[in-house]
């Protein structure tokens, strides 16, 4: 279906990149987590499992936001506050540009910097796109992995080209370990001192390689969760010009 941006310009609904890695007990995993586990209830002869014998599959999950699958957080992640991500948005479409990037190798780490953000258009949404990019991303276990992580300085960049919403191919925008200082995150949301609220970071999507760098539309949903988290489904589509 055409959904039109304006008289001219309009995405097709039915043709999208699905930017999410879904939450799965052998999925991508980081912060020294095990793995997601799915059980079925069984409880007071209840059986919730068709394969078991039960009338219905009725299965719990255990899983942490962060660190199984792709998630959308706000800048409760760093604060006192309780500041559900679902808050964050009056809107769930964005102009968006899609980057691809090697990220730099400095004293032994994996960063992404200021100058690989120098021609980033104005837009609402920034998707950045790590190579190598193997599908191996959506089951890799980051955990004790110093994975690739971005300078703070890019925050600077960011801020000029007015993008309210970061999402990046990796467990986090800092540094594994840093002692708890997470300096992209502060610099990000402003914390503590103006907390931009506005403004959310999605991390561990999968940027399939057919995508082409440049302009898209964003979709980004996010589960109703009362928490600075919360797994979501970010989506492409491509702008289209009526003929």
């Given amino acids: 279906m055409k959904f039109y941006l304006d008289r001219d310009w309009f995405i097709d609904t039915a043709e999208f990149i699905d ?3 879904g939450v799965a007990t052998q999925g991508v995993r980081a912060w020294y987590l095990n793995g997601p586990r799915i059980t079925p209830v069984m409880e007071h002869g209840f059986v919730g499992s068709v394969e078991l014998g039960g009338a219905v599959n009725f299965r719990d999950i255990y899983f942490n936001p962060h660190g199984h699958g792709t998630h959308t957080e706000s800048h409760g992640h760093i604060s006192k506050d309780v ?3 679902s808050r964050c948005f009056n809107q769930f479409f964005f102009d968006a ?6 990220p730099e190798l400095i004293q032994g780490d994996s960063v992404i910097t200021l100058e690989q953000l120098s021609n980033i258009p104005q837009c609402d ?11 191996n991303k959506c089951t890799t276990n980051y955990s004790d992995t110093n994975p690739t992580y971005m300078d ?5 960049k960011l801020n000029e080209c007015g993008i309210k919403h970061l999402l990046v191919d990796i467990p986090s925008v800092d540094k594994e370990v840093d002692g708890g200082i997470l300096a992209f995150h502060h610099a990000f949301w402003n914390v503590p001192d103006h907390p931009v ?3 959310t970071i999605t991390e561990l999507i999968y940027v399939p390689s057919h995508a082409a760098d440049g302009a898209y539309v964003l ?3 996010v589960a109703n969760f009362d928490n600075d988290a919360a797994p979501s489904r970010p989506l492409l589509y491509k702008k289209r010009k009526e003929a």
């Fill in 197 to 199: 609220r506005d403004r």
């Fill in 97 to 102: 540009h899609l980057i691809t990037i090697t």
């Fill in 83 to 85: 500041y559900p991500v």
């Fill in 125 to 135: 949404a920034l998707v950045i796109r790590t190579v190598p990019n193997d599908i």
């Fill in 19 to 21: 930017l999410s890695i």
């Fill in 219 to 221: 979709e980004l949903q």
């Fill in 152 to 156: 703070v300085a890019c925050v600077q």
